[in-house]
């Protein structure tokens, strides 16, 4: 059973306490804010269409994204369709795109201990890193949820680590627990075109996110009519594309053990 199929968030009311609380701990807010506005196209668990259809939707307009990956979930089948294999991830390095961290068996952050977090994340960057896909700077939490152990854990590891709230990044945000806008669901493109709306008006950087994409996209995913549209608009409005690394090195964010906000 995939980590989707199986997950269960913390509905609890100690649950809704600790993801507004943590929003408030271990935080690494930016210094400054981009010069002009930026948007990087991400794909979580980097499924196989992702891999394939929004990689090449992508390097048909000049452009690269990111792909956070678990590598425990490689080969696999799951709701969102089968899983990329590691030569796939290696390929898209060598292309100028981005793998990300998440960790290896799509651990939880929000319902872990920060040990087992950590751990966990080491092993995914380590394979990877094995694979030929990387270097691994930048980390998203599976299911966008942290608790404060792992936030706090991981935060030394990696440059820049994106949950799941929507918004965009611009000085003082959370470099710890940096905000995304999903293209999913029947709504996505009206609320990613809205975000990117907000990013050009205030000169921000907007990550947006997906997962699977393909002509019957799960409920995580996009078509690829959606996906074309998005990137051609972003490009027409001349807002450019970057991949999370190339976001954070232009604000001065390094990566890698003891990030700092620089």
């Not at 966990?120 to 700077?137: H, I, K, M, T």
């Given at each position: ?13 100690k649950?809704?306490?600790?993801r507004r ?5 271990h ?8 010069v ?5 196209f991400t794909?979580d668990d ?8 929004g ?5 048909a307009?000049?452009a690269?994204?990111v792909?956070?990956v678990?590598?425990?979930?490689a ?11 590691p ?8 292309a ?12 939880d ?15 995914n ?11 691994v700077?930048?980390?998203a939490y599976?299911?966008g ?12 590891r990696?440059?820049?680590l994106r ?25 996505g ?8 709306s ?10 947006l996110?997906t ?6 996209p799960?409920?995580w995913g996009?078509?690829?009519e ?6 051609d ?26 990030a700092?906000?620089?």
């Amino acid at each position: 059973m995939s980590p989707e199929q199986a997950y269960q968030p913390d509905r609890s009311l100690k649950g809704k306490l600790r993801r507004r609380l943590v929003r408030l701990a271990h935080r690494r807010p930016l210094a400054r804010g981009p010069v002009a506005p930026m948007v990087s196209f991400t794909f979580d668990d980097a499924p196989l269409t992702a891999v394939e259809t929004g990689a090449r939707l992508l390097e048909a307009r000049g452009a690269r994204g990111v792909f956070y990956v678990s590598a425990g979930l490689a080969g696999t089948e799951g709701p969102m369709g089968r899983f990329a294999q590691p030569a796939d991830y290696a390929r898209l390095a060598q292309a100028g795109h981005e793998i990300a961290c998440h960790t290896y068996s799509h651990l939880d952050c929000g319902q872990a201990s920060g040990a087992a977090a950590a751990d966990d994340a080491a092993r995914n960057r380590a394979a990877l890193v094995d694979w030929g896909a990387g270097p691994v700077s930048h980390f998203a939490y599976p299911y966008g949820d942290v608790a404060a152990g792992p936030k706090s854990a991981l935060a030394a590891r990696y440059g820049v680590l994106r949950a799941l709230h929507h918004g965009v990044i611009e000085a003082g945000t959370d470099l710890n627990q940096a905000p995304a806008v999903g293209v999913e669901g029947p709504d996505g493109e009206a609320i990613a075109e809205h975000w990117l709306s907000k990013a050009r008006a205030r000169k921000a950087w907007l990550i947006l996110y997906t997962h699977d994409v393909r002509p019957d996209p799960s409920p995580w995913g996009c078509t690829p009519e959606a996906l074309a549209r998005l990137i051609d608009r972003t490009q027409m409005s001349g807002m450019e594309i970057v991949t999370v690394t190339e976001g954070a090195q232009r604000l001065g964010v390094s990566s890698g053990p003891h990030a700092q906000n620089a």
